[in-house]
C-alpha cells in the first residue's frame, strides 16, 4: 500500500509543528514548510525520521508568494510524492488599532492567513481531483467567526478563510475531497508571546475551560478530522475551551 503523504505549512514550531507530529506518529509520510526558522525545522525533520521511522521532507518556502508556492509544490511532486493530506496552517498575526496599520501590513496579513490558503490549494488540487482522494484541512481562529478588536485584519483574513473553505468544500465534494477548517481559541504558541502576563491571565479568566489550549490538542483534532467520514465537509470545527 502507498505510504501517506501530508504536507503541513507552517510547521516549524507552534501548532504546524505539532500537527506534524502527529501525522507522523499515525505513520504518514511528513512535509514541513516555514519561512525563515530553517534551523528549528531542520531540527524537527531529524526527530521525526529517527522517532517514527517515516520519511521527512522540509521546505524552506514563504506560501504568501504565489510563485514560491507554486515552486515548492512542483518540488514536493518530483523529490518525495503526491499529497494525500493539507494542512494550510502558516498564519502570522497582527495586533494593533487599525489606523495605525499601514496598507501593506494589511496585505501581509491578508497574504499570509489567506491567499495562502489558495495559493497551496491550487497546486494541490488537481492531483486530488484526478485520483479522487485527498483531504484539505484549514487552521482558523475563532476571531474569524466573531471578529477580535485591535485584530480587524485577522479576523478579515481568518473570516475570510472560513467562507473559501465552505466554498471549496462544495466545489470538491463530488471529487470526494472533503474540506474543513479548525477555528482555534487561544492556543499556547509562540503566537501570543506579545501578551503580558496580565493580559494572559485576563484572557484565562474569560476561557471556561480555564486554561489555554495546546498546540498538541490541536494535532490531534487534525488527525481525527483526516479520518473522519467523507460526508464531513466545509465545516468550522471550533476548539476554544468554550470560550465563544
Ligand atoms: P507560530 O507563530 O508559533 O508559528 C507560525 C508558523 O508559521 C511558523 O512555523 C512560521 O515559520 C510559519 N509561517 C509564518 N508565515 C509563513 C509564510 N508566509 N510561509 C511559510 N511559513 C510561514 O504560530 P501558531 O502555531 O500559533 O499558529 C499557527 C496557525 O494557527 C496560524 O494560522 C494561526 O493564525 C492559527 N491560530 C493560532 C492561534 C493561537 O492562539 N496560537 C489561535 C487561532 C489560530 P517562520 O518563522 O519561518 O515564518
Not at 75 to 91: K, M, P, R, T
Not at 164 to 187: D, M, Y
Amino acid at each position: 500500500m502507498k505510504q501517506k503523504i501530508a504536507c503541513i505549512t507552517g510547521s516549524s514550531r507552534g501548532i504546524g509543528k505539532a500537527i506534524a507530529l502527529c501525522f507522523a506518529q499515525d505513520g504518514y509520510d511528513v512535509v514541513l514548510n516555514c519561512r525563515n526558522s530553517i534551523s528549528q525545522m531542520e531540527q524537527l525533520k531529524s526527530e521525526i525520521e529517527t522517532t517514527y521511522s517515516v520519511r521527512c521532507m522540509g521546505i524552506c518556502a514563504d506560501v504568501s508568494v504565489p510563485e514560491q508556492a507554486a515552486h515548492m509544490f512542483q518540488s514536493i511532486a518530483s523529490e518525495f510524492g503526491e499529497i494525500d493530506v493539507l494542512v494550510s496552517n502558516a498564519g502570522i498575526s497582527f495586533f494593533g488599532l487599525i489606523s495605525d496599520m499601514t496598507p501593506l501590513e494589511w496585505q501581509n496579513v491578508i497574504n499570509t492567513n489567506l491567499s495562502s490558503a489558495f495559493y497551496c490549494c491550487k497546486e494541490i488540487i488537481p492531483s486530488m481531483v484526478a485520483k479522487k482522494s485527498g483531504r484539505i484541512l484549514m487552521i482558523s481562529s475563532i476571531w474569524g467567526s466573531c471578529g477580535a478588536s485591535y485584530e480587524a485584519a485577522y479576523s478579515a483574513a481568518k473570516g475570510g478563510l472560513n467562507t473559501f473553505t465552505k466554498a471549496l468544500a462544495k466545489e470538491l465534494a463530488p471529487s470526494h475531497i472533503p474540506v474543513n477548517a479548525i477555528a482555534c481559541g487561544v492556543i499556547d504558541t509562540e503566537m501570543n508571546a506579545h501578551l503580558t502576563a496580565e493580559e494572559m491571565q485576563a484572557l484565562i479568566d474569560e476561557i471556561p475551560a480555564c486554561r489555554l489550549g495546546t498546540p498538541e490538542e490541536v494535532g490531534q483534532l487534525a488527525l481525527l478530522l483526516s479520518k473522519a467520514p467523507e460526508y464531513l465537509t466545509g465545516q468550522i470545527i471550533t476548539m476554544d475551551g468554550g470560550l465563544l
